[in-house]
């Protein structure tokens, strides 16, 4: 199993700011079949980004994704109040699918 | 669009089985690509994946619960169900159906999510 480690636990940060979340996987994932999602309080998470940098449908392009082999990047280039929430990495290379423990981006 | 609903009991007693069901409108259920998957968020928790499930009734489930999961579809009706047998107050959380896109491998498309709580 894959196991996708997520750091910082908690981001604190200002609206306008930068983001830089990371994901670090246990062993390389295959065609970067690596996906990132958002999750608001109350809500299912939304997909953000697959394939580690491509942009689901609808996203805003400040939102971006790189990475390869074990280490993943989210960033949000400047953060607008609605992005303030939990991002969660997913690995859908290898079964089981598996998710990162999250990071809480929260106001700072 | 598709959207997707999830439904359950709420409450579980421990020991007993879990059913879930999930309905799907706006689209089809039956796709040659796609897949229905179930995953789950303990309270103040991440998401496990718990499994999914193709037209075909081909499944795919999550080694640490495969031998208490069950999945099935109903095209007919267009819903997906999950039941999960023998719980406890570990399996008490938020579960989602979501769409597992044949095109992207990832889930797409969620539903809102049925909180089911186990306890005596």
């Known amino acids: 199993e894959i196991v996708l480690t997520q750091s910082p636990g908690t981001l604190s940060l200002s609206p306008g700011e930068r983001a830089t979340l990371s994901c670090r996987a246990s062993?390389?994932?295959?065609?970067?079949?690596l996906a990132w999602y958002q999750q608001k309080p109350g809500q299912a998470p939304r997909l953000l980004i697959y394939?580690?940098?491509s942009r689901a449908t609808g996203i805003p392009d400040r939102f971006s994704g790189s990475g390869s082999g074990t280490d993943f990047t989210l960033t949000i280039s400047r953060l607008e109040p609605e992005d303030f929430a939990v991002f969660y990495c997913?690995?859908?290379?290898?079964?089981?699918?598996?998710f990162g423990g999250g990071t809480k981006v929260e106001i700072k | 669009q598709v959207q997707l609903q999830e439904s359950g009991p709420g409450l579980a007693e421990p020991s007993e089985t879990l059913s879930l069901t999930c309905t799907v409108s706006?689209?089809?259920?039956?796709?040659?690509?796609?897949?229905w998957s179930w995953i789950r968020q303990p309270p103040g928790k991440g998401l496990e994946w718990i499994g999914y499930?193709?037209?075909?009734?081909?499944?795919n489930q999550n080694p640490s619960l495969k031998s208490r999961v069950t999945m099935s579809l109903d095209t007919s009706r267009n819903k997906l169900s999950l039941r999960l047998s023998s719980v406890t107050a570990a399996d008490t959380a938020v579960y989602y159906c979501?769409?597992?896109?044949?095109?992207?491998?990832?889930?797409?498309?969620w539903g809102q999510g049925t909180k089911v709580t186990v306890s005596s």
């Open positions: 979501a769409r597992k896109s044949g095109a992207l491998g990832v889930f797409d498309i």
């Open positions: 706006g689209g089809s259920i039956s796709s040659r690509s796609d897949s």
């Open positions: 499930i193709y037209d075909s009734g081909n499944t």
């Open positions: 062993q390389s994932i295959s065609s970067g079949y």
């Open positions: 394939g580690a940098s």
């Open positions: 997913q690995q859908y290379g290898i079964s089981p699918l598996t």
